[in-house]
């Protein structure tokens, strides 16, 4: 578990929002019906695209925040 972490963790992923993830993916494989014994690589493929998708959103969240006030400005 703890080189699964530091993998995550070598893509800049904090691990509180690894923990995060947990229930998700468990929920995700629940309805998969799958009990695979390369559950790590697959989690570790699931957090970083979590990762990514959030990092998108608080991007495009960012950049409509300075647009509003930018434009609220004018």
Known sequence: ?????????????P???TYSQVDDFKHLNQ????????WGVKFLRFVIKQWRQKEATDNQ????KIYNYLVSES
């Open 31 to 38: 309805e998969k019906e799958e009990k695979n014994k390369s």
């Open 61 to 64: 969240n960012k950049k409509r």
């Open 1 to 13: 578990m703890k080189e699964l972490l530091d993998q995550i963790h070598e893509y800049g992923i």
């Open 15 to 17: 691990e509180e929002f």
